[in-house]
Structures are given as C-alpha cells and as structure tokens.
C-alpha cells in the first residue's frame, strides 16, 4: 500500500508499506524504482556530510550560542528549514545548522545504510554459523551467548556476519537486534565525556601502578633483579609490553571454543582474559569491549591494547601486530592487526 509519495527536486520519492523508493530525474525514457531503505523511520533524517563536525546553534544566525556538534556522518531528525538553515534533533540537541553541511530527503536515503552500523546479540547459549542463509548449508563454527557481532546483510531469517575473517550467517531468531547512529552531542555531554575520559586514564595509571607493585610483592624471591627492571617500567606502554611479553609464551597452543587455558586451549576471549587475570586484572569473559577506556586509531594503539572485531578480540604487539585465540586451525598465534576491520580498541593499563 502506497502511503505516501514526495517530490524533491527532479526526483520522485515513492514510500510504500514498509519499504522508500527513489526513482531517477522525472522525464528520462526509464525511472525504475531502486530500493534505498526498508523502513519509513528514515523518512526525515538529516546526515551531516563535513569533514570533522558542523555546529548546531541555538537559533538561525552564525553568530547564535552553540548548543552541540554534529560529527560528519551523524544523523538527526528534520524540524523545519528557515533561510539557508536546517533545524534538526538528534539526540538530546535541538537547534540549527547551515543546510550546505547536511543532506536529507533522497539523498539522506541513500545514504542511510552506510552510516548506521546493526547489531546481534546472541540470547542463545550457543548458536551455529553457516556458510550460507540456510539450515542445509555447512556449519562454520559457533557463537556464545552475549557476542556481539557486526551485521552486514539481512536474508532470509538469517544476519550476514564476520567468522573468524570470512562471511557467515546466524538466525535472526536466537539473536537481539538493534541499530546505531552517531547522533549530535552537546557541549554538556562533550564536557561529560572528556571528564571521563580522563578519570578512566587516571583510573588506567592507577591500575597500572597497582599491578606494577602486585607483580613485585609475588615476585620478592627475585627481588634484586625485579628491582631493577621496575626502574625502567614506570610507563602504560611498557606494562601493555609486559602483557605482550607473556602472552606470545603461549603461541603454539590450541583454540578451544569457551576454553581459558592458556596451555590447553582457549578462545579468543578466553585468552584475552587470562593472560589480563596473570596481572590482577578481572576482564568479563564477554562484553569486554566495555573495559578501560577508548583508543581513536590503530596509529594512537600501543603494546597492551585490545583490538575489537566483529566477533572477535585480540591483543595488540605493535608495528601492526596482534597475538590472538586466532581459529580452530591456526590455534593461539601472531596475525596482523588489519586481517579483519577493527571496530573498537580499548586502553586497559
């Protein structure tokens, strides 16, 4: 059922049922209707299209109070347009922003796909990825319950996902999904974070002294020797050195699916937290993207460093490497740090 239909411009936008259409410039010998969305939410989006963030204002004028930012790729909700001026919420942000620095309407559409990023959470306690969207189809391994994963396709019942590098499938129905943009922030919640990005690096040093003197006190039997090796380590990057140092003892050593055994199997975040437990560091077995505080870039990455995955976690060497609970076949071993997009990165010490 056709539920509603808008001209802009020379371009025609058809909104039926759940699904938007855009058609090509109105009088060209063929308009074929092309999908861009399936769901009339992304009907009044507004997407920042800048190359760091454009400001949104309190009222129409250049010279207004600046309530937020909105960063390039970051949605909001159009309100209305007022002289060369959007007004837009997004987020907790309602205010005004130049309308040469946003797109809407078809254009916004056509975008929508590539700025959001959706998510499956495994609500089961184990659940199989197959080669292709099918029940038939070969089983490429298995997740556990509270993964996290990056979905890149919807197709018959089944979420398009990352295993261990190569393209699988999961059933919606053992999975929650849910759907993120990057929305405004405001100067009150630009203020928030960077306060507590600097109390979770203060934290990081704290722990990072803490575990420092722990090592020693378990240490005492080689006093003499700790004690000179602990006057050159006074520094995050070369406790994450540490942690490297001990975690490639155990390149060589089996993948076992749930396993935390450093000797006789683990997985990839089993691993993780293991190798973080034999320095006083309680990490959760799942969900440890949440642990320590964010890393903007692999180049701003140092020794130590957990490097996220869509499904996957590993520890970070430097000069682009990681150590990892790689795959059944490949075991516990040193890999690149770009085999797979990396979606997160996390400072613990």
């Given at each position: 059922m056709?539920?509603?239909?808008?001209?802009?411009?020379?371009?025609?936008?058809?909104?039926?049922?759940?699904?938007a259409y855009?058609?090509?410039?109105?009088?060209?010998?063929?308009?074929?209707?092309?999908?861009?969305?399936?769901?009339?939410?992304?009907?009044d989006?507004?997407?920042?299209?800048?190359?760091?963030?454009?400001?949104?204002?309190?009222?129409?004028d250049?010279?207004?109070?600046?309530?937020?930012?909105?960063?390039?790729?970051?949605?909001?909700?159009?309100?209305?347009?007022?002289?060369?001026?959007?007004?837009?919420?997004?987020?907790s942000?309602?205010g005004y922003?130049?309308?040469?620095?946003?797109?809407?309407?078809?254009?916004?559409?056509?975008?929508a796909?590539?700025?959001?990023?959706t998510?499956?959470?495994?609500?089961?306690?184990?659940?199989?990825?197959?080669?292709?969207?099918?029940?038939?189809?070969?089983?490429?391994?298995?997740?556990?319950?509270?993964?996290?994963?990056?979905?890149?396709?919807?197709?018959d019942?089944?979420a398009?996902?990352?295993?261990?590098?190569?393209?699988?499938?999961?059933?919606?129905?053992?999975?929650?999904?849910?759907?993120?943009?990057?929305?405004a922030?405001?100067?009150?919640?630009?203020?928030?974070?960077?306060?507590a990005?600097?109390?979770?690096?203060?934290?990081?040093?704290?722990?990072?002294?803490?575990?420092?003197?722990?090592?020693?006190?378990?240490?005492?039997?080689?006093?003499?020797?700790?004690?000179?090796?602990a006057?050159?380590v006074?520094?995050?990057?070369?406790?994450?050195?540490?942690?490297?140092?001990?975690?490639?003892?155990f390149?060589?050593?089996?993948?076992?699916?749930?396993?935390?055994?450093?000797?006789?199997?683990?997985?990839?975040?089993?691993?993780?937290?293991?190798?973080?437990?034999?320095?006083?560091v309680?990490?959760?077995?799942?969900?440890?993207?949440?642990?320590?505080?964010?890393?903007d870039?692999?180049?701003?990455?140092?020794?130590?460093?957990?490097?996220?995955?869509?499904?996957?976690?590993?520890i970070?060497?430097?000069?682009?490497r990681?150590?990892?609970a790689?795959?059944?076949?490949?075991?516990i071993?040193?890999?690149?740090?770009?085999?797979?997009?990396?979606?997160?990165?996390?400072?613990?010490?």
């Amino acid at each position: 059922m056709l539920w509603g239909a808008l001209i802009v411009g020379l371009a025609v936008l058809a909104v039926g049922g759940d699904k938007a259409y855009a058609a090509i410039p109105v009088g060209a010998s063929e308009a074929p209707l092309v999908e861009v969305v399936d769901n009339r939410q992304y009907a009044d989006l507004v997407i920042a299209q800048v190359n760091d963030y454009v400001n949104v204002r309190k009222e129409p004028d250049a010279k207004s109070e600046v309530l937020g930012k909105l960063y390039n790729n970051s949605v909001g909700h159009f309100l209305e347009e007022t002289d060369g001026w959007v007004k837009v919420k997004s987020g907790s942000v309602t205010g005004y922003v130049k309308s040469e620095y946003v797109v809407r309407g078809t254009d916004a559409l056509k975008i929508a796909r590539d700025v959001e990023t959706t998510y499956a959470v495994i609500n089961t306690a184990k659940l199989r990825v197959r080669e292709q969207p099918n029940t038939d189809s070969s089983i490429l391994g298995t997740f556990s319950k509270g993964d996290e994963l990056v979905v890149t396709a919807k197709e018959d019942g089944f979420a398009k996902v990352t295993y261990h590098n190569k393209a699988g499938y999961i059933s919606l129905e053992y999975v929650d999904l849910h759907t993120e943009f990057v929305e405004a922030e405001s100067i009150e919640e630009e203020r928030a974070r960077k306060a507590a990005e600097e109390k979770a690096r203060r934290e990081a040093e704290e722990r990072a002294l803490a575990a420092i003197k722990a090592k020693e006190a378990k240490e005492a039997a080689d006093a003499a020797a700790r004690e000179a090796a602990a006057a050159n380590v006074n520094t995050d990057s070369s406790l994450g050195q540490q942690v490297v140092d001990y975690a490639v003892q155990f390149v060589g050593n089996p993948y076992v699916h749930g396993g935390t055994s450093l000797t006789n199997g683990a997985d990839c975040s089993g691993f993780v937290q293991s190798i973080y437990a034999h320095f006083d560091v309680k990490l959760p077995r799942t969900g440890q993207r949440s642990s320590g505080y964010a890393v903007d870039s692999l180049d701003q990455a140092i020794p130590g460093d957990l490097l996220f995955y869509s499904g996957h976690v590993a520890i970070y060497m430097g000069d682009g490497r990681i150590v990892h609970a790689a795959t059944p076949k490949d075991g516990i071993c040193i890999g690149s740090a770009t085999f797979a997009k990396i979606i997160a990165i996390r400072r613990i010490f």
